[in-house]
């Protein structure tokens, strides 16, 4: 048995080393003379694991991968086919004065900038912008990346790729060329869908991976074209899973920490079985380049959207017509529910599929065809995931009960702001009179609105409970706790139900001229 040298760690351990650097911390810990610690290292190099290496899933998935040129009709004032492109701030080149530094240059270089055969031959016979109707020629005018989704040539990219494009080409890794249709993209998940005609050849291509097996903390491997730099491979882990970065309601990004740059939108992310686990489709970044904060759009997101977009050239969704809001702490308890989960109706539209099987405003979606919601996000991507003209069973929260209601799916607008479930879409309200009646409690001061509906709000407390809610003076009360209310006597006559019901908080509707909310308050100061 190895003793320890004057109370110093043993040899045993840095035979339980398994880095180089802890073998020599080890044995800087011992005292050992270095020269007699080869047979250690020698020994705990056999126990030690190999060294991870990306370079086989790298290997496999390389030639899947492409850079995607996006090209527009760029319209120079005028430009030569060497690449030059001259201003001369609306004159011609007879306008010039003959010492003129540009009249010499051509000149010099035996180019009579007044020949107008030579000018032709140069510029084409529609002139300087080079083709017909002076709508410029095809320039390249923005680049990302994207991957085979089949052996046929489909390509996924992202939607902001290709969104300014008229021409599109693929690079594939050896440098290959290829000219490449737009199939189909949604501005809704930032996905597209290009073709490649590949003459027969078949493409190497990969396979989305099962999200249900993505844990936060796994290796993931992007590949892309950052910066224009071509195949480029970064590693990193999957960070966090579901994230809401404002971008719409169908937000649920992985969040990784592999480079990933301007350019690498529209690539994959790869697990260690080489399959896809999402698409790389944003930063975050103060200074423009990697900090380590990358979000990708998750597989079971994108493997749905590019099927409908191989299948149709465009995304089919489930529409509900309703707007909607989270449902708060402040909010579950004016309302009576036991947890703040769920989708809070703020209204629905006229002629839409909830208006006609009768949500209303105040109504909290709990669950859909039995799952619960988790909340406002989680409706819209579910009903969005729907096929319109399905019947779905809500379960619906309303006066202090829960109720089911059947309603049959709608086709989600293609001019519709906001995706499935969120309509925000609201008409203007008048301005509010200048009579007022204080609701001291409240912080409120309240009079009636021009077309007798609601409570028009002529003055805010600046230290109440109102003005931190985001209450303005302008907005409207359009009910209390889900009850129409036209006079602040119809406020304060809910308030004294609810506080024989045992509530501390009441549910305002507020309204303004960008749409309706609600917001909790707390009953006499009550908190």
């Not at 899947?64 to 996006?70: E, G, K």
């Not at 011609?92 to 004065?97: A, I, M, S, Y």
């Not at 189909?184 to 005609?197: E, H, I, N, S």
């Not at 809401?244 to 301007?262: E, F, H, K, T």
Request: charged residues 20%; hydrophobic residues 35%; without cysteine.
């Amino acid at each position: 048995m190895l003793k320890n040298f004057n109370g110093r760690p043993s040899l045993a351990t840095v035979l339980k080393a398994s880095t180089v650097a802890g073998i020599a911390a080890a044995v800087l810990a011992t005292g050992v003379p270095l020269e007699i610690t080869r047979s250690y290292a020698e020994a705990v190099k056999v126990q030690a694991p190999a060294v991870p290496s990306f370079a086989n899933v790298v290997d496999a998935v390389s030639p899947a991968v492409v850079s995607v040129r996006v090209e527009n009709r760029v319209n120079p004032v005028a430009d030569n086919n060497d690449g030059f492109s001259f201003d001369f701030n609306g004159r011609g080149f007879d306008d010039l004065p003959d010492d003129h530094p540009l009249k010499r240059f051509f000149k010099q270089f035996g180019q009579d900038p007044n020949d107008q055969q030579g000018h032709q031959r140069r510029f084409g016979q529609n002139g300087p912008n080079g083709g017909p109707g002076g709508k410029g020629r095809l320039r390249p005018v923005a680049q990302g990346s994207g991957f085979f989704i089949s052996e046929d040539g489909y390509i996924v990219t992202n939607n902001h790729v290709v969104s300014d494009g008229q021409a599109f080409v693929a690079v594939t890794n050896d440098g290959t060329e290829l000219d490449a249709k737009l199939i189909g993209k949604d501005p809704r998940t930032d996905l597209a869908v290009l073709k490649v005609d590949g003459k027969g050849k078949k493409f190497t291509y990969v396979n989305w991976a099962d999200d249900n097996n993505v844990r936060v903390g796994d290796w993931v491997v992007a590949v892309g074209n950052p910066f224009g730099l071509g195949g480029t491979v970064t590693a990193g882990i999957v960070s966090a899973r579901g994230r809401d970065i404002g971008s719409g309601p169908y937000d649920d990004y992985l969040q990784v920490d592999a480079a990933v740059n301007r350019g690498n939108s529209g690539g994959p992310t790869f697990n260690l079985s080489g399959e896809v686990v999402g698409i790389n489709t944003a930063i975050f970044s103060p200074s423009g380049g990697s900090v380590g904060i990358a979000f990708a759009i998750p597989a079971s997101t994108a493997r749905d959207v590019v099927a409908d977009l191989m299948k149709d050239g465009q995304v089919s969704r489930g529409w509900l017509g309703v707007q909607i809001q989270p449902v708060t702490k402040d909010i579950a308890e004016s309302i009576g529910l036991s947890e703040p989960s769920g989708a809070l109706v703020v209204a629905p539209q006229a002629g839409s599929p909830g208006d006609k099987a009768g949500m209303k405003a105040g109504d909290v979606v709990t669950a859909l065809n039995g799952e619960t919601i988790k909340d406002a996000r989680d409706l819209s991507r579910r009903i969005g995931a729907m096929q319109p003209g399905s019947k779905v069973e809500l379960s619906v929260w309303r006066a202090g009960k829960a109720q089911p209601l059947t309603v049959e799916l709608g086709t989600l607008p293609i001019d519709q702001k906001d995706a499935s479930a969120d309509d925000n879409s609201q008409p203007q309200q008048p301005e509010a009179p200048a009579s007022e009646k204080a609701l001291a409690d409240l912080g409120l001061t309240v009079g009636p609105s021009d077309d007798g509906k609601g409570l028009a709000i002529t003055g805010i407390d600046p230290d109440s409970d109102a003005a931190d809610k985001g209450i303005k003076e302008g907005e409207k009360i359009t009910s209390v706790n889900n009850q129409e209310v036209s006079s602040a006597d119809d406020v304060v006559k809910v308030l004294n139900q609810a506080k024989k019901d045992g509530r501390t908080r009441a549910l305002f509707q507020i309204q303004s001229s960008e749409g309706s909310r609600f917001v909790a308050l707390p009953i006499n100061g009550q908190g």
